[in-house]
């Protein structure tokens, strides 16, 4: 009768635990490396805002015709009935997102007063 090597068996247990905690490794670094091979396609959210459009909001316009402009706002503040936000985000491949914000406010009788953009738009977004 042979005796059975019990210093191959160990061995073989030690490969194959090398093996499987390699291939794990390897099986995570390449979600990384993955995700950039992956096409994304642009998603734009929100209110489309265009300079040309911005620009044409004066003081003195009613709600209705900021509305026929720009869109009906993504955000119309309970808290400030008086002033419009209209938010636009592009979120452009594996690229950080872009948002950009238009405060528009209206007086008393429902006349536009100010018009603020938190940040000058993209050349893309122009």
């Known amino acids: 009768m042979i005796a059975p090597n019990f210093e191959h068996e160990g061995i073989t247990m030690k490969m194959k635990s090398l093996m499987a905690i390699l291939l794990l490794a390897l099986g995570v670094s390449a979600c990384s490396t993955v995700k950039k091979v992956v096409y994304r396609i642009d998603v734009p959210q929100g209110n ?54 238009l405060f528009v406010h209206f007086d008393n009788k429902g006349l536009v007063n100010n018009v603020q953009l938190d940040q000058p738009l993209p050349s893309e977004m122009k």
């Not at 900021?66 to 209209?86: A, C, E, H, I, M």
């Open 48 to 101: 489309y805002l265009e300079q040309d459009k911005i620009d044409q909001v004066k003081v003195g316009m009613n709600k209705e015709q900021v509305q026929y402009l720009l869109g009906t706002p993504v955000l119309k503040d309970t808290f400030s009935p008086n002033r419009w936000d209209y938010v636009f985000i592009l979120r452009k491949g594996h690229e950080e997102p872009i948002q950009r914000t």
